[in-house]
């Protein structure tokens, strides 16, 4: 647990040093559309992102409509936000049997 807190830690450094690159953001992209889609295949996963949309007061937006609103982003909206909102100030909890974790 102490090495993973200190490599996640040390990858949220990173990235709030030198932000994303071009292909981190593709990927990552990707990736999301992909979940997107899949889980919208689910009948239950769909009816939970309806009422959700619903609940939150937003109009109707097909999976392919989400999908498109994330491949939308460009590499400078991401690094901005970065730093509007830093990685590195975050607070950390555990569960389980762990005494001895120490900030990295």
Same mark, same amino acid.
């Given at each position: 647990?102490?090495?993973? =807190?200190? =490599?996640?830690?040390?990858?949220?450094?990173?990235?709030?040093?030198?932000?994303?690159?071009?292909?981190e953001l593709e990927l990552t992209k990707r990736k999301i559309a992909s979940?997107?889609? =899949?889980?919208?295949?689910?009948?239950?996963?769909?009816?939970?992102?309806?009422?959700?949309?619903?609940?939150?007061?937003?109009p109707f937006r097909t999976a392919a409509e989400i999908a498109a609103i994330?491949?939308?982003?460009?590499?400078?909206?991401?690094?901005?936000? !970065?730093?509007?909102? +830093? =990685?590195?100030?975050?607070?950390?909890?555990?569960?389980? +049997? !762990?005494?001895?974790?120490? +900030?990295?």
């Amino acid at each position: 647990a102490q090495r993973n =807190l200190k =490599l996640l830690q040390n990858l949220q450094a990173e990235f709030q040093q030198s932000g994303i690159t071009e292909k981190e953001l593709e990927l990552t992209k990707r990736k999301i559309a992909s979940h997107i889609v =899949l889980a919208s295949e689910r009948t239950e996963n769909r009816m939970f992102s309806v009422g959700s949309q619903w609940l939150n007061g937003q109009p109707f937006r097909t999976a392919a409509e989400i999908a498109a609103i994330y491949q939308s982003l460009t590499l400078e909206e991401v690094n901005q936000a !970065i730093r509007d909102f +830093p =990685l590195t100030q975050n607070m950390t909890l555990s569960v389980g +049997p !762990i005494s001895d974790l120490q +900030p990295a």
